[in-house]
T-cell receptor, first 111, second 112 residues
Framework: RKEVEQDPGPFNVPEGATVAFNCTYS??????FFWYRQDCRKEPKLLMS???SGNEDGRFTAQLNRASQYISLLIRDSKLSDSATYLC????????????FGTGTKLQVIP | SQTIHQWPATLVQPVGSPLSLECTVE??????LYWYRQAAGRGLQLLFY??????ISSEVPQNLSASRPQDRQFILSSKKLLLSDSGFYLC???????????FGSGTRLTVV
C-alpha cells in the first residue's frame, strides 16, 4: 500500500461548482498534513496546512480525519484559475521533517 | 523574507555526462534542505536531505550524490547520467515540521 494515495482525476468541473478531493495515508503516526498546488511544469506551492480541527482559507477548506486516516480539500465557487494539480503531503514527527507526497489530483475548471 | 534559488531551469545532457545542480537559500539559517525528483506523470520522490553542513542522508540508492558545502547551499551531482535520470528536480527547504516545504523553481533535466 502506498504511503499517501490520491485519486489522479481529472476532475472536470464547471466554474462556480464545489469540488472535494480526498487523500488517504497509511502511517497512523503521521503528524503534519498539507495541501500543495502544482501548476503545469512548475514547482509545487504550499496551499494550506491541515489542522486537526479543520481549517479554512477563503474558498478552501481542509479537514483531517485521523480515525479513517484521510485528509480532504474542499474548493467552493471554483474559478478557472483553480485549474491545477493538487498534491497532498504527510509527514511524521522527526528531526528532519520528511514529507511524503501523493501523486496529485488534477482539477480542470471549465467555463 | 526567505527565498530559494535553483539553477539551471532546463538542462539537456547526453548519457554518461556529469551533472551538477545548485540550490541556495536566502533569509534563513540552518535550514533543512531536500532534493526531490518528479518523473513525468509520477509523484515526488525524495532523493536526499540535509540537516546541516556536510550532513547528507540518502533516501534512494542510485548514481546521484548530494553535498552541502555551506549552510545555505545544496548541490546535486552525478558522475555519469543515465536515461532514467531524466525528470524535474526540485530543491526545497523548511524551517519546521508544521510549516511545510518551500520549493525552488526546479530544473527540468532531459538525458539524451
Amino acid at each position: 500500500r502506498k504511503e499517501v494515495e490520491q485519486d489522479p482525476g481529472p476532475f472536470n468541473v464547471p466554474e462556480g461548482a464545489t469540488v472535494a478531493f480526498n487523500c488517504t495515508y497509511s502511517n497512523s503516526a503521521s503528524q503534519s498534513f498539507f495541501w500543495y498546488r502544482q501548476d503545469c511544469r512548475k514547482e509545487p506551492k504550499l496551499l494550506m496546512s491541515v489542522y486537526s480541527s479543520g481549517n479554512e482559507d477563503g474558498r478552501f477548506t481542509a479537514q483531517l480525519n485521523r480515525a479513517s486516516q484521510y485528509i480532504s480539500l474542499l474548493i467552493r465557487d471554483s474559478k478557472l484559475s483553480d485549474s491545477a494539480t493538487y498534491l497532498c503531503a504527510v509527514s511524521l514527527a522527526g528531526g528532519y521533517q520528511k514529507v511524503t507526497f501523493g501523486t496529485g489530483t488534477k482539477l480542470q475548471v471549465i467555463p | 523574507s526567505q527565498t530559494i534559488h535553483q539553477w539551471p531551469a532546463t538542462l539537456v545532457q547526453p548519457v554518461g555526462s556529469p551533472l551538477s545542480l545548485e540550490c541556495t537559500v536566502e533569509g534563513t539559517s540552518n535550514p533543512n534542505l531536500y532534493w526531490y525528483r518528479q518523473a513525468a506523470g509520477r509523484g515526488l520522490q525524495l532523493l536526499f536531505y540535509s540537516v546541516g553542513i556536510g550532513q547528507i542522508s540518502s533516501e534512494v540508492p542510485q548514481n546521484l550524490s548530494a553535498s552541502r558545502p555551506q549552510d545555505r547551499q545544496f548541490i546535486l551531482s552525478s558522475k555519469k547520467l543515465l536515461l532514467s535520470d531524466s525528470g524535474f528536480y526540485l530543491c526545497a527547504w523548511t524551517g519546521g515540521a508544521s510549516y511545510g516545504y518551500t520549493f525552488g523553481s526546479g530544473t527540468r533535466l532531459t538525458v539524451v
